[in-house]
T-cell receptor, first 116, second 109 residues
């Protein structure tokens, strides 16, 4: 089984609809991240969480919100989807840096979201 | 944030070594150099990281310049499955990663 899973894998929705993308991990990591990727571009950070009670905005948080329900779960919501939010969305996890860790990130398979 | 500079694309033939360069002239003393790659239609995956010394693992080798202002990811024998976008990223562990556009590696049979 995959360590980082994302649901759904594909979603087509209409402008104005509320959408939730979910991410679960079995790696026991404290840190979780949401990124989006547009064609031909690198990943851009939307939100991140360094532990269950911590939520931080990333580079492009406008139009998005997140919820860290537990150590293993981190959800991304689009309250009112718009067409320019059409993109590939990735969730990632990492362990906190320490003597045996350097914050390597592990990514899920991605969710392809299309907003019509 | 400390930034990296990579060529947009590189080409290689199968079974040949590939050297992917990365410049990071503003690297700080606490930054690790991480490499990730993204295969088509997949999420990025970790390849290798290092701080000062050269590093080897089953996927690749990382050569770090003595002044740490540049590094090179080495794939010893490229295969078609190595065709991907390779990202060089500086990571202090106490902030988030910044992905640039990376280098698209094309591998020809």
């Amino acid at each position: 089984d995959a360590d980082v899973t994302q649901t759904p894998r594909n979603r087509i929705t209409k402008t104005g609809k509320r959408i939730m993308l979910e991410c679960s991990q079995t790696k026991g990591h404290d840190r979780m991240y949401w990124y989006r990727q547009d064609p031909g571009l690198g990943l851009r950070l939307i939100y991140y969480s360094f532990d269950v009670k911590d939520i931080n905005k990333g580079e492009i948080s406008d139009g998005y919100s997140v919820s860290r329900q537990a150590q293993a779960k981190f959800s991304l919501s689009l309250e009112s989807a718009i067409p320019n939010q059409t993109a590939l969305y990735f969730c990632a996890t990492s362990d906190s840096p320490g003597l045996t860790s350097t914050d390597t990130q592990y990514f899920g398979p991605g969710t392809r979201l299309t907003v019509l | 944030d400390a930034k990296t500079t990579q060529p947009n694309s590189m080409e290689s033939n199968e079974e040949e070594p590939v050297h992917l360069p990365c410049n990071h002239s503003t690297i700080s003393g606490t930054d690790y150099i991480h490499w990730y790659r993204q295969l088509p239609s997949q999420g990025p995956e970790y390849v290798i990281h290092g701080l000062t010394s050269n590093v080897n693992n089953r996927m690749a080798s990382l050569a770090i310049a003595e002044d740490r202002k540049s590094s090179t990811l080495i794939l010893h024998r490229a295969t078609l499955r190595d065709a991907a976008v390779y990202y060089c990223i500086l990571n202090s562990g106490y902030s988030t990663l910044t992905f640039g556009k990376g280098t698209m590696l094309l591998v020809s049979p």
